[in-house]
C-alpha cells in the first residue's frame, strides 16, 4: 500500500520509530555492563557539561516527566554518582551535581555510546552526521509525551 507515493514502510515516521527502536537496543545492551540505561547516560552527561545545576534546570534539559527525574536521580544518588543537596539561596530548591564516581561512570557510558555511534552511522560522511543531528534536534517532542514518563 501507498501513501503520497510511497511504500508504507518507507513512512518517515515508520522508518524514524524501527531505527529508534534498533538503536534504543543496542545502547541498552553495550550499557547493560555499567548498569546504566540511555537516559542514566543523558542526565550524567548534561551534568557534567553544566556543573551543578537545580533540579528544575536540569527537567528542562532532559525535556522528562518530573517523576521520571525523580526517579532517575534516586538511582544515580544511590549508586553515589550524582549528589543533590539544599540550594543555600532557596531552601525550597534542589542543586544537582555529578560526582567524581559519575564522572568515571560517564567515561564508560561515552565509551558505549562512541562503540555503537561508530556502528550506526559507519556508512555517513562527518557531514551527513553533523546534517542528521541538527534535524534531529529540530524534531518536536515534549516532555508531556507518553514516552517521557516511561523508563
Request: aromatic share 2%; hydrophobic share 40%.
Amino acid at each position: 500500500m501507498t501513501r503520497g507515493g510511497r511504500a508504507s514502510a518507507e513512512r518517515l515516521g515508520l522508518l524514524l520509530a524501527r531505527h529508534g527502536v534498533i538503536a534504543n537496543h543496542r545502547l541498552r545492551q553495550v550499557l547493560a555492563s555499567t548498569g546504566l540505561t540511555p537516559r542514566h547516560g543523558m542526565a550524567l552527561t548534561h551534568l557534567a557539561e553544566t556543573g551543578s545545576v537545580t533540579q528544575q534546570r536540569l527537567l528542562e534539559l532532559l525535556r522528562v516527566d518530573p517523576s521520571v527525574l525523580v526517579t532517575l536521580l534516586n538511582e544515580l544518588e544511590a549508586e553515589g554518582f550524582v549528589r543533590r543537596r539544599r540550594d543555600p539561596a532557596d531552601r525550597r530548591r534542589h542543586i544537582v551535581e555529578i560526582t567524581p564516581t559519575g564522572t568515571a561512570a560517564l567515561r564508560k557510558v561515552e565509551s558505549a555510546v562512541d562503540h555503537v555511534e561508530r556502528d550506526l552511522f559507519a556508512g555517513f560522511t562527518a557531514e551527513q552526521t553533523r546534517q542528521l543531528h541538527a534535524l534531529l534536534s529540530q524534531i518536536r517532542t515534549s516532555p508531556g509525551d507518553p514516552a517521557c514518563t516511561e523508563e
